[in-house]
């Protein structure tokens, strides 16, 4: 579930991001507006359920997963594009800064090259 939600962000985010070259502002604000913005609205409001019902931190009750990884570079990715968006999610941005301050890996993070996706 949470993967396929992720999914559906991403690959709206990606059609934003491949569109910048080849259309102007206006075709890119009208498919921001009728892609991106609907899928992060519909899916993260989800994610963020399924995260406050488990029992830990993360999103299995057990603990850490890869779906925290994944979850955490999505909300990541979206968060370099459009900030402005994940105002309104303040749970997956402390979720994000939990799975980053793992101690293994601060190294990787720290080194890291800066991409938006």
């Not at 962000?9 to 502002?25: H, M, Q």
């Not at 779906?67 to 994000?96: M, Q, W």
Request: hydrophobic share 35%.
């Amino acid at each position: 579930m949470l993967a396929v939600g992720c999914e559906g962000i991403r690959s709206a985010s990606n059609f934003i991001e491949d569109s910048k070259d080849k259309y102007d502002n206006l075709i890119l604000e009208e498919n921001y507006a009728k892609h991106f913005e609907p899928n992060v609205k519909q899916y993260l409001p989800v994610i963020i359920k399924l995260l406050k019902q488990s029992k830990s931190e993360f999103f299995a009750d057990s603990g850490l997963t890869w779906v925290d990884f994944l979850v955490s570079e999505y909300f990541d990715s979206i968060n370099g594009h459009a900030p402005e968006l994940l105002k309104n999610y303040p749970e997956l941005l402390e979720h994000s800064k939990k799975v980053h301050s793992l101690p293994n890996l601060q190294k990787y993070l720290g080194s890291r090259p800066t991409t938006p996706w």
